[in-house]
């Protein structure tokens, strides 16, 4: 039997002292030790074994989009590169053979990636999964020699400590389902996305769900975007009103994704969630009031992805029948990273 087969649902998580319904912060403790990965501990060596049986047409999937992406002015800083020759940039005037480097510069936010478990604290504590409370200052240019000795924070370094992430992925094609229902969407809106429609999915696709699956979305988003320029982009997202097609964002949804047990979730948006949040009262709120961001990040220690490269994945799908395969990521090892470009591949 696996460690953990007998999770508690929802309902049944162990209240934890100030902090609202649906916390599972120390449920995967173990052996007197405060866990930092949360959901991923669930891609167990059993999964794990299970998911490498999706990778038999010998056929892999890239599912990161190029870094620069995001055209538009976000208040986040532009990816940049820059080339550099030993000869005139590095060791002007002592070095003369030919070799090229190059310095890059970005956001972890700017293009696909993995939010860690850091990334978006509960807002009524400001503390990040498992009862951590971490400021930029200590994270700011950590050192790999004296970083979190104790691994008690939850930054996506620690992930390959664990030997990176490997499990098996599922694809849910909302925008092939919703062309196939005649339901008319545009994924640069606020569309709504329920757990009743990701079910109907699974079952247009046949598609059945395991404890420790990596659930991936595809709602069309990046890959409207992508091939835009600024301007397009920007046009768009004025049309748009600033909205985001994706998951409601609410109890009940978190309810119904911490019961699958899933080891983490991705999408091709910008959000996962429906964006802007609609609010207790019935009103659109902020970046504040994203729902499934504080119940998955901070509560329930599951990482979520966002704007990942799904249309060449989708595509084959749709064409075999077949939306589960075997998905990898190495993230970035940074002491203290806070997001990653997931360097994520799909195996089929």
Not at 169 to 186: F, H, K, N, S, T
Not at 264 to 283: H, R
Not at 313 to 318: G, H, K, P, T, V
Request: with cysteine; glycine share 10%.
């Amino acid at each position: 039997m696996d460690e953990y087969e007998r999770l508690p649902d929802f309902d049944s998580l162990p209240p934890v002292e100030g902090m609202p319904k649906g916390c599972a912060w120390g449920v995967f403790d173990r052996g007197g030790k405060k866990d930092n990965l949360g959901c991923l501990n669930l891609l167990t060596p059993s999964a794990i074994r299970e998911a490498y049986k999706e990778a038999r047409d010998g056929v892999t999937f890239s599912l990161n989009h190029a870094m620069d992406i995001i055209k538009v002015p976000t208040g986040r800083a532009p990816t940049t590169h820059r080339v550099l020759t030993w000869k005139d940039d590095i060791s002007p005037g002592r070095c003369h053979f030919a070799s090229l480097d190059d310095e890059v510069s970005f956001n972890t936010q700017a293009s696909s990636q993995w939010d860690s478990l850091l990334h978006f604290p509960h807002q009524g504590t400001g503390l990040a999964y498992n009862g951590v409370r971490v400021g930029k200052d200590e994270l700011h240019g950590s050192s790999s020699l004296t970083y979190d000795p104790e691994r008690r924070i939850p930054s996506i370094d620690h992930w390959h400590d664990r030997g990176g992430v490997v499990g098996r992925g599922v694809l849910l094609d909302y925008r092939a389902y919703a062309e196939a229902r005649a339901i008319q969407y545009e994924p640069v809106s606020r569309h709504t996305i329920t757990v009743e429609d990701l079910e109907a999915v699974a079952a247009h696709q046949g598609t059945e769900f395991k404890q420790g699956d990596i659930l991936v979305v595809r709602t069309g988003l990046a890959e409207d975007i992508a091939p835009m320029t600024a301007e397009q982009q920007l046009q768009k997202m004025m049309a748009g009103q600033g909205g985001l097609a994706g998951i409601e964002g609410n109890e009940k949804a978190a309810k119904w994704f911490w019961n699958h047990h899933f080891a983490a979730v991705a999408s091709d948006n910008l959000s996962f969630e429906v964006y802007p949040p609609m609010k207790p009262d019935g009103t659109l709120g902020d970046g504040g009031d994203l729902v499934l961001h504080s119940y998955f990040l901070s509560l329930f220690g599951l990482n979520i992805g966002e704007v990942w490269n799904l249309k060449a994945l989708s595509e084959y799908c749709a064409k075999t029948g077949r939306y589960t395969f075997l998905l990898t990521s190495a993230p970035l090892n940074i002491p203290g990273l806070v997001g990653s470009p997931p360097n994520a591949l799909a195996l089929m």
